[in-house]
């Protein structure tokens, strides 16, 4: 089955600066890995995805990158402000046309705090 | 409340005992899926269904049971058969569609009940 990676752990980063997550998958077939954000006591909510197809994608101050070859992606958020603080889980799953729902391998999680 | 309801948010039980955790989700959803949440172990799937009466087990099924006799709602049952029941467990509810669809196959979470084993 699939596993999925995250490092690291905690990270810790100044108001403004930037903050990089990342997670390595082990199944080459896998082609979506969406990111899910969990505030403290809250649901965890999805913030962005990538399918397999493209390298990048970006929404304002958030950024996913692929790398199919090494099996890799990773969260990039820009500018990041104290409500960025929260945990955050990769996830990585092999969604096949035609074959319903899926299960999708999440990542131990990210515990960011962002220091004002 | 997001359109995916749990209840009770908190509970707590003897040993050897059995007890039902509610889901029920008004999104129109055909997948459901339970998951445990422990500290720093990320999210684990219990037991997912696609359809009304069936279901498939995840990762760690063993000492819990499903049903889903209705489209809206997904009952987890854990039992005394659980050796670790303390945890916080998560309902999801997802539509099912084409991959590379915007929005098909996205996870819609409940807010969660939190099980404590005294």
């Known amino acids: 089955g699939e596993n999925v990676e995250q490092h690291p752990s905690t990270l810790s980063v100044q108001e403004g600066d930037s903050a990089v997550i990342k997670c390595t998958y082990s199944?080459?077939?896998?082609?979506?890995f969406p990111w899910y954000k969990q505030e403290l006591g809250k649901r965890p909510q999805l913030i962005i995805d990538i399918r397999s197809n493209v390298g990048e994608k970006k929404d304002q101050r958030i950024a996913v990158t692929l790398n199919k070859t090494a099996k890799h992606f990773s969260l990039h958020i820009t500018e990041t402000q104290p409500e960025d603080s929260a945990v955050y889980f990769c996830a990585a799953s092999n969604q096949r046309s035609g074959a319903g729902s899926y299960q999708l391998t999440f990542g131990k999680g990210t515990k960011l705090s962002v220091i004002p | 409340d997001g359109g995916i309801t749990q209840s009770p948010k908190y509970l707590f039980r003897k040993e050897g005992q059995n007890v039902t955790l509610s889901c029920e989700q008004n999104l129109n959803h055909d997948a459901m899926y339970w998951y445990r949440q422990d500290p720093g172990q990320g999210l684990r799937l219990i037991y997912y269904s696609q359809i009304v009466n069936d279901f498939q087990k995840g990762d760690i099924a063993e000492g819990y049971s499903v049903s889903r006799e209705k489209k809206e709602s997904f009952p987890l049952t854990v039992t005394s058969a659980q050796k670790n029941p303390t945890a916080f467990y998560l309902c999801?509810?997802?539509?099912?569609?084409?991959?590379?669809?915007?929005?098909?196959?996205?996870?819609?979470f409940g807010a969660g009940s939190r099980l404590t084993v005294l």
């Open positions: 999801a509810s997802s539509s099912i569609g084409e991959p590379f669809n915007s929005g098909a196959n996205v996870l819609t």
């Open positions: 199944d080459s077939a896998s082609n979506y």
